[in-house]
């Protein structure tokens, strides 16, 4: 039996591009920022004043957005270098049960204590207060017992819902660590690649007939990699033009296999398996159909060793494709071609 979960996303990073102030990250890019023009018929000095405040203000948002285009750029190669933190499920399965709450009374015993040591002073005598004092005291034992008792009751539900959530969490981590299908549940309900929707439309997870985890991510490279670049002229107007196409191919493998690695990241992390297979797809032109459509570029063995010993924040995501068994065919100046997804090498 093959298990199947597909995991749509609920954001993207954008419909089809970044906007930073009016300067768009995608494939229809304006080549400069717009500022409103002085009226015409102004005064000389006046005229001057509005037009040097607008070029300056022109040469802040071009600034502003060849930092940001940067940024970008740092962030869509980068994906790699961050992930949620592990989930111990053998700890979670041996945990111990909440402990249930004590009814201490802990304020009626001081309003009690209270009420015991109550001496009336000298002023208390002659203005006739004793009675009045002794009657609030004791007033206040009651409030103190329903006060007990409200805090008792709202340490009960706490712990009531605690022991529920226990009980769910160490019969999942149990059920996990002895059945392969129950993987996709964990996927479904603690889905950590919310937080990279936008690195694809959607993620598949399989679970096959052996037990291995596969997952396909489809990362949609034409709506995510730009193909120009930002700059200025010594003016400070904003240029743009096309990425040469070896850069252009260098951001896109990157991204792809920065993918990659994080969703390999994300797995390790919440998952207690040793090996999985993951395929990245994207729009290319099927010679056989003559059609665009999803194809894969890159397909990855991955076990948890190879992946643990990376130095995520140093490597760079094309270059650690060479430390696991891979299908990849791809050119500086033509980019990917589709392959065939990878097999379990042998001895694995």
Known sequence: MVFLLSLHCTERLCEDAAWVGEVRFGRSTPSCV????????????????????????????VTIAVQEYQ??????????????????WVRLAQSTPPTPPKHTRTQEHAARQALATFRPSITDKILRRMESKTTALKSR?????????????????????????????TELAKRVLSDRSAMLDIIRERN??????????????KVDETGLLTATVNVHSEDVVPDQEF?????????????PKSRYYEIYQDYVCGVVLRVAREICALLPVEDFIITAEDELLDAATGKVEPQPILSVYMDRITLEALNFERVDPSDAMRNVHHNMNFKKTQGFKPVAVVSVPRGA
């Open 231 to 243: 700059g200025f002229y010594k003016s400070g107007k904003l240029t743009s033009k096309k990425l």
């Open 71 to 88: 940024r970008y750029i740092d962030l869509i190669t980068s994906v790699h270098k961050t992930a949620s933190p592990p989930v111990n």
């Open 141 to 169: 034992i009651y409030t103190a017992i329903a006060a007990d008792e409200h805090e008792f009751e709202t340490r009960q539900r706490k712990y009531e819902a605690d022991q529920q959530d226990w009980k769910k969490t």
């Open 34 to 61: 717009r500022l409103s023009a002085t009226p015409r018929g102004a005064p000389g000095k006046q005229e001057k004043a509005e037009r040097e405040r607008l070029e300056q203000l022109e040469r802040q948002h």
């Open 192 to 205: 950590p690649f919310t937080a990279i929707s936008w690195l694809g439309s959607a993620i598949e997870f």
